[in-house]
């Protein structure tokens, strides 16, 4: 029963990334249409970069994760995917930090990340 919990909660947490992804990825759309009218070209650029991989490795990951999350192999890759995406995070914050843009709140998108790192590690070991 604990493995047959531990694959639910990752197969949720892999859906909450896999739409975080695509929440993402609008996000993205909808800053290129806007244009870079309110910012420098460095920080819409490094902005643009930070988004579209996140989006891109969050899609990844959580379809991974829905898709072969019940193999050794799969929570491999969900592993260092859930990597990539906590350090996007990181960068992201250390990024606002030096352009004096940081709030205390933004540490609280490593949460699906590291969730998703957590559950990747327990459904792997169900797997050994």
């Given at each position: 029963m604990q493995n047959k919990t531990k694959n639910i909660f990752f197969k949720?947490?892999?859906?909450?990334?896999l739409i975080q992804g695509v929440l993402q990825l609008l996000n993205l759309l909808g800053?290129?249409?806007?244009?870079?009218?309110?910012?420098?070209a460095t920080k819409f650029?490094?902005?643009?970069v930070l988004i579209?991989?996140?989006a891109v490795a969050a899609m990844v990951g959580g379809y991974t994760?829905?898709?072969d999350g019940n193999t050794q192999e799969g929570c491999k890759r969900c592993f260092y995917v859930s990597l990539v995406l906590i350090a996007i995070t990181i960068a992201t914050?250390?990024?606002n930090v030096v352009f004096k843009a940081y709030s205390v709140t933004q540490f609280e998108a490593l949460i699906i990340p590291v969730l998703f790192m957590l559950f990747t590690?327990?459904?792997?070991?169900?797997?050994?």
């Open positions: 949720i947490i892999s859906g909450l990334v800053l290129v249409g806007y244009g870079r009218t309110t910012t420098s650029y490094l902005g643009l579209g991989g996140y994760g829905l898709k914050i250390i990024l590690i327990l459904n792997g070991r169900k797997n050994l």
